[in-house]
Nanobody
Framework: QVQLVESGGGLVQAGGSLRLSCVVS????????MGWFRQAPGKEREFVAA????????YYADSVKGRFTISRDNAKNTVYLQMNSLKPEDTAVYCC???????????????????WGQGTQVTVSS
């Protein structure tokens, strides 16, 4: 019954911004770490950002640090990814994910997340 639904993707010019949202339903939202991952054609899925259940410890891949911001609103069961200064290499399908249990450390590994959204396409033109 756990569902994650992303929105906010689209086509944007290099240097522009997009704000992705992921709404979670089916279980208590605030208890679990959330992550954003992306996958471009022919590439492995890569970690983008993650945030603890309380929202006090965001963590970013080096490739997006300083440009992207992950946040969450537990009252709305929603995690966000604000993407600024977008580059063509940011083009990918972006998925949000939720861990299935409680762990002491944030994970950057896709296999350590149990629940996934359907993904939203982000295309950045040069």
């Amino acid at each position: 019954q756990v569902q994650l639904v992303e929105s906010g993707g689209g086509l944007v010019q290099a240097g522009g911004s997009l704000r992705l949202s992921c709404v979670v339903s089916g279980r208590t939202f605030s208890s679990y770490d959330m992550g954003w991952f992306r996958q471009a054609p022919g590439k492995e899925r890569e970690f983008v950002a993650a945030i603890t259940g309380s929202g006090d410890r965001p963590y970013y891949a080096d490739s997006v640090k300083g440009r992207f911001t992950i946040s969450r609103d537990n009252a709305k069961n929603t995690v966000y990814l604000q993407m600024n200064s977008l580059k063509p290499e940011d083009t990918a399908v972006y998925c949000c994910a939720q861990r299935g249990a409680y762990f002491p450390r944030i994970s950057t590994i896709p296999s350590e997340y149990d629940y996934w959204g359907q993904g939203t396409q982000v295309t950045v033109s040069s």
